[in-house]
């Protein structure tokens, strides 16, 4: 049974930083693709990052980028999502998901991703 447990999320004041960190098991975590999205209350939810299988590919949003590191440990099943200069505008459940495959593209939307974990809320004050 594959779960993804994410993490590391909390109330914070802007310009503050987080790492979150998702926790996989039941799958060969080396043979996945990693991904974060968010979902603020009344929207859908959104692409933050994604690492592909090696870590030597990753892509951001536009809105994270330059602020939002993604990486991941294979050795530890771990991906993670450290997050810096945070904005009241970030304030959102933040959720893992993962892809099979092995390719050096990354998945961007929901839909490409076959596992998801059960969320971890990112509150930012202002």
């Known amino acids: 049974q594959v779960q993804l447990v994410e993490s590391g999320g909390g109330l914070v004041q802007a310009g503050a930083s987080l790492r979150l960190s998702c926790a996989a098991s039941?799958?060969?975590?080396?043979?996945?693709?990693m991904g974060w999205f968010r979902q603020a209350p009344g929207k859908e939810r959104e692409f933050v990052a994604a690492?592909?299988?090696?870590?030597?590919?990753?892509y951001y949003a536009d809105s994270v980028k330059g602020r939002f590191t993604i990486s991941r440990d294979n050795a530890k099943n771990t991906v993670y999502l450290q997050m810096n200069g945070l904005k009241p505008e970030d304030t959102a459940a933040y959720y893992c998901?993962?892809?099979?495959?092995?390719?050096?593209?990354?998945?961007?939307?929901?839909?490409?991703?076959?596992?998801w974990g059960q969320g971890t809320q990112v509150t930012v004050s202002s």
């Open positions: 039941g799958l060969t975590f080396s043979r996945y693709q």
């Open positions: 998901a993962a892809r099979r495959g092995t390719y050096t593209t990354v998945p961007l939307t929901p839909v490409e991703y076959d596992y």
């Open positions: 690492v592909n299988w090696s870590g030597g590919s990753t």
